[in-house]
Nanobody, 125 residues
Framework: QVQLVESGGGLVQPGGSLRLSCAAS????????MGWYRQAPGKERELVAIITRANDANPTTDIADSVKGRFTISRDNARNTVSLQMNSLEPEDTAVYYC???????????????WGQGTQVTVSS
């Protein structure tokens, strides 16, 4: 089992920045992919960004087109954390952001077995 705990959500004005962090514990050795999904009211959960945990200099990432150039995903394997730096936030980014992890690489929510409890991000003036 893997436990995930998110932090860093909150209220920010349009154009502002937030940094989300996810701390993983438990059977971390089995995890090969970690990342972030989000779900806005009335919408399906969607990919934001995911990254491999392989300990190499150029990990594989997948980032949603809607956030490319604004959001950056990174990981610290020594601390078992994955982070999401969100810049130039827009009202459309308002959602609950979930950390996800799995033993295999995937890009759809149903491919991930482990989820955090979610953290609210609200972008509003």
């Amino acid at each position: 089992q893997v436990q995930l705990v998110e932090s860093g959500g909150g209220l920010v004005q349009p154009g502002g920045s937030l940094r989300l962090s996810c701390a993983a514990s438990g059977s971390i050795v089995s995890v090969s992919a970690m990342g972030w999904y989000r779900q806005a009211p009335g919408k399906e959960r969607e990919l934001v960004a995911i990254i491999t945990r392989a300990n190499d200099a150029n990990p594989t990432t997948d980032i949603a087109d809607s956030v490319k150039g604004r959001f950056t995903i990174s990981r610290d394997n020594a601390r078992n954390t994955v982070s999401l730096q969100m810049n130039s936030l827009e009202p459309e980014d308002t959602a609950v952001y979930y950390c996800a992890a799995d033993e295999r690489w995937g890009t759809t929510p149903n491919e991930y077995d482990y989820w955090g409890q979610g953290t609210q991000v609200t972008v509003s003036s």
